[in-house]
Nanobody, 122 residues
Framework: QVQLVESGGGLVQPGGSLRLSCAASGSRFSISTMGWYRQAPGKERDLVATITSGGSTNYAASVKDRFTISRDNAKNTMYLQMNSLKPEDTAVYYC????????????????WGQGTQVTVST
């Protein structure tokens, strides 16, 4: 199984930057797609960005051109570089991974991290 641990959250002023990291650990797994999601108080959890093992990315319209998702497959680590942060970006950011556990049998799983708080405020 895969355990995900986020880090890098914190307090930043509008216009500032943060870099989030998500480290995946476990054994006999192969991660296909990883992604960042966020949830603000009183709102649903929304997709921020995803990245496949091949490097294909997808971004929410609200963060495109400001955020950059990346991953280091060798380290099983995903990153989210957040620039030009806005107060509306304030949320708990969650790491997600879709992965296969190599058996046999092969098993498909989805895991979430505990989340890291990002606060953008003056």
């Amino acid at each position: 199984q895969v355990q995900l641990v986020e880090s890098g959250g914190g307090l930043v002023q509008p216009g500032g930057s943060l870099r989030l990291s998500c480290a995946a650990s476990g054994s006999r797994f192969s991660i296909s797609t990883m992604g960042w999601y966020r949830q603000a108080p009183g709102k649903e959890r929304d997709l921020v960005a995803t990245i496949t093992s091949g490097g294909s990315t997808n971004y929410a319209a609200s963060v495109k051109d400001r955020f950059t998702i990346s991953r280091d497959n060798a380290k099983n680590t995903m990153y989210l570089q957040m620039n030009s942060l806005k107060p509306e970006d304030t949320a708990v950011y969650y790491c997600n991974a879709q992965y296969l556990v190599i058996g046999p049998p092969l098993r498909n799983y989805n895991s979430w991290g505990q989340g890291t708080q990002v606060t953008v405020s003056t």
